[in-house]
């Protein structure tokens, strides 16, 4: 596609529940990242993919979340058990390589109540 | 730790004056720096990326790179309302530290 498409734009989900987003990089892009923000913040690191593979999961909070990539192009975040502080903007971004320029699809907006 | 920081400012400048918004970083082998603009309610666009020494120009825009002080800033020259953003500097590591880490950004406001 022309850019990073993130669905769906906006969720809504009850304390608890379990949440999966998804996330279509620009194609031919073989690294892809996911990152959450707060108001007033940076984006926060998550995962990183290098093609199928999670080559650093460091940011992920707990063993709630959890990201996978089965074809090297389209991701899923999954949150189980979604807990109220799990609510921000949740961001991927792609790039072409390791080491270029990372592109950021419009992002998902989770609200848990 | 790595660490990005920027001056959360808010940073207010008048109309067709320069911006100069600053980033410190705490990983010495970084290797490649971005600045993002974010318009509020939006997602990060990128506007300049920079992985030398010096200075590198697009537009309006400049960005400086010095490593050895670890320090990266961004100039907007004939500043225009419409810049009035949030300015994210983000910094990708080296080896298998491949991320970008971001500061939590300078809000720029840009008076008419």
């Known amino acids: 596609g022309a850019g990073v498409s993130q669905t769906p734009s906006n969720k809504v989900t009850e304390k608890g529940k379990y949440v999966e987003l998804r996330c279509d990089p620009i194609s031919g892009h073989t690294a892809l990242y996911w990152y959450r923000q707060s108001l007033g913040q940076g984006p926060e690191f998550l995962i990183y993919f290098q093609g199928t593979g999670a080559a650093d999961d460091s940011g992920l909070p707990n063993d709630r979340f959890f990201a996978v990539r089965p074809e090297g192009s389209v991701s899923t975040l999954k949150i189980q058990r979604t807990e109220r502080g799990d609510s921000a903007v949740y961001l991927c971004?792609?790039?072409?390589?390791?080491?270029?320029?990372?592109?950021f699809g419009q992002g998902t907006r989770l609200t848990v109540v | 730790q790595k660490e990005v920081e920027q001056n959360s400012g808010p940073l207010s400048v008048p109309e067709g004056a320069i911006a100069s918004l600053n980033c410190t970083y705490s990983d010495r082998v970084s290797q490649s720096f971005f600045w993002y603009r974010q318009y509020s309610g939006k997602s990060p666009e990128l506007i300049m990326s920079?992985?030398?020494?010096g200075d590198k120009e697009d537009g309006r825009f400049t960005a400086q790179l010095n490593k050895a002080s670890q320090y990266v800033s961004l100039l907007i020259r004939d500043s225009q309302p419409s810049d009035s953003a949030t300015y994210l500097c983000?910094?990708?590591?080296?080896?298998?530290?491949?991320?970008?880490?971001f500061g939590s950004g300078t809000q720029l406001t840009v008076l008419p």
């Open positions: 983000a910094v990708r590591g080296s080896g298998s530290a491949r991320q970008l880490t």
């Open positions: 920079i992985y030398s020494n």
């Open positions: 971004a792609s790039s072409r390589g390791a080491n270029t320029e990372a592109f």
